[in-house]
T-cell receptor, first 115, second 117 residues
């Protein structure tokens, strides 16, 4: 079985300060993990993904995430927030390379950026 | 390159009426997904196709929902009859999977916002 928990429904940071969006997962198998971003009135876009290669994954727009198996976490970070980062972020877990795998989205974290 | 196309973008219907959504994936993508996203929640997978075959439809409410992907290209999702609780955004996504399994980047369409009154 798989599940994913996004620990914060809403995060607010000031522009230029670090961003941390937290995601914990549960999986009976080696997971594949993703972060997607959803801007208002736009489609979901992939930020980055982990599929059993390097544990520190770099994505677009300066975001990165670290896979920590011991903590079952895949937190998303960015050193310096920009106003354009304001959006909804979703953590996703699935099982790599298995047609029987489920795809589970977290409930989302809304990121607000204060000027 | 054109992205995933969905139509209509918005639909308002009365309960008990039928409704259909159409999706055209990115050219060459063999896998197609339909999701439902309720307000304030993450997308929930309804059905996943690999080419013409539905490989995961465990979350599709089969008493009222149906889907098809003829010729392994575009797809239609239908609800008949619609209920008030079906109000949501219906998202279509596609990916090119060469090794089996949903571990590849999904490209999402803009969604269809359904309101059932």
């Amino acid at each position: 079985a798989q599940s994913v928990t996004q620990l914060d429904s809403h995060v607010s940071v000031s522009e230029g300060t670090p961003v941390l969006l937290r995601c914990n997962y549960s999986s009976s198998y080696s997971p594949s993990l993703f972060w997607y971003v959803q801007h208002p009135n736009k489609g979901l876009q992939l930020l980055l993904k982990y599929t059993s290669a390097a544990t520190l994954v770099k994505g677009i727009n300066g975001f990165e995430a670290e896979f920590k198996k011991s903590e079952t976490s895949f937190h998303l970070t960015k050193p310096s927030a920009h106003m354009s980062d304001a959006a909804e972020y979703f953590c996703v877990v699935t099982r790599a390379y298995s047609s029987a795998s489920k795809i589970i989205f977290g409930s989302g974290t809304r990121l607000s950026i204060r000027p | 390159e054109a992205g995933v196309v969905q139509s209509p973008r918005y639909k308002i219907i009365e309960k008990k009426q039928p409704v259909a959504f159409w999706c055209n994936p990115i050219s060459g993508h063999n896998t197609l997904y339909w999701y439902r996203q309720n307000l304030g929640q993450g997308p929930e997978l309804l059905i996943r196709y690999e080419n013409e075959e539905a490989v995961d439809d465990s979350q599709l409410p089969k008493d009222r929902f149906s889907a098809e992907r003829l010729k392994g290209v575009d797809s239609t999702l239908k609800i008949q009859p619609a209920e008030l609780g079906d109000s949501a955004v219906y998202l279509c996504a596609s990916s090119l999977e060469v090794g089996g399994g949903p571990a590849y980047e999904q490209y999402f369409g803009p969604g269809t916002r359904l309101t059932v009154t």
